[in-house]
């Protein structure tokens, strides 16, 4: 599943997840509380509560929304005293409002343009696509037995071939953590183990088990695998969310391509300009080569 390179959405984590909260719900705006005789309203504590710190995600709702009016009423009595002491005044404040303003109508955009449109079906259709319909990655069942020599490794074929129950021989003889499960490693796919260990596990045939000892950095193994089978693709709920962040921020990235057609960009520091043409270029290649990241 291809998602783009970070380089270009580098707003989209601090940004547009705000305006994903923000838009969940469109709250009845309705006066919630007076601070100095002033109004406080429900859409006010709704941007309160997204930006409490992660921690109080965790709190039930009502304590939530009770620590996000808390907050707010901090912050309203707070500016109050900044009004009073001139911060409101000058160019730099000006700049800052006019960046808060244009980042807010930059994530409103987002939400009315791309995360209302966003349906279910759209997430299940990329999901068929790409996940459900793809084959599935071959996955071994095995057991080992692990020890720090060959001779001892050796020593263990020879039993098995005479007979001895492999299960038996992993809980009495194993110094690996799956000795005491008769060496159980359950089922896994290529990448899970060291090259050497996988490489032996998955060119042996279910039923049967390593007549030469396989040696990798923890020591010294006999493998037997028990089952091979092609791994179900993940469940749809399992990668909604996933699925839902790649659709989100491809058509993020399309609709600013499209907001910056025939748009002039002139940077005139000459060092920034350099700086900002090659991260330009670097994700422009990035995304043309279908960059994955899994």
Do not use: C
């Amino acid at each position: 599943m291809t998602i783009k390179s970070p380089l270009r959405t580098g707003l989209l984590a601090a940004g547009l997840l705000w305006a994903i909260a923000a838009g969940a719900q469109e709250p009845e705006d309705r006066v919630i509380a007076t601070v100095g005789g002033e109004p406080v309203y429900e859409s006010e504590l709704v941007f309160a509560e997204g930006d409490l710190d992660p921690q109080f995600a965790r709190l039930p709702e009502q304590q939530r929304r009770a620590a996000a009016l808390s907050a707010l009423i901090d912050i309203k009595v707070m500016a109050d005293q900044a009004e009073k002491a001139g911060l409101a005044e000058g160019d730099a404040f000006e700049r800052r409002m006019q960046f808060l303003r244009d980042r807010t109508l930059h994530n409103e955009f987002f939400r009315k343009e791309v995360i209302e449109g966003l349906s279910e079906a759209d997430v299940r259709a990329r999901y068929e696509k790409e996940i459900a319909a793809q084959p599935g990655e071959q996955e071994v069942k095995a057991r080992h037995i692990l020890v720090d020599s060959e001779e001892q490794a050796k020593a263990i074929v020879a039993e098995l071939e005479a007979g001895a129950d492999f299960e038996e021989l992993a809980k009495e003889k194993s110094t690996g953590p799956s000795g005491p499960q008769g060496g159980d490693l359950g089922y896994f796919t290529r990448g899970r183990m060291v090259p050497e260990f996988e490489e032996a596990a998955f060119a042996i045939e279910p039923g049967d088990f390593t007549r030469e000892p396989v040696k990798t950095q923890f020591g010294w193994h006999v493998i037997k695998v028990e089952d091979k089978r092609d791994a179900a693709p993940p469940a749809f709920e399992e990668v909604v969310e996933q699925i839902q962040r790649v659709l989100l921020q491809e058509q993020y990235m399309a609709l600013l391509d499209k907001a910056r057609e025939g748009v002039e960009i002139d940077v005139q520091d000459a060092e920034l300009k350099a700086l900002f043409d090659a991260v330009n270029a670097e994700a422009a290649a990035a995304e043309g080569s279908g960059d994955d990241t899994k």
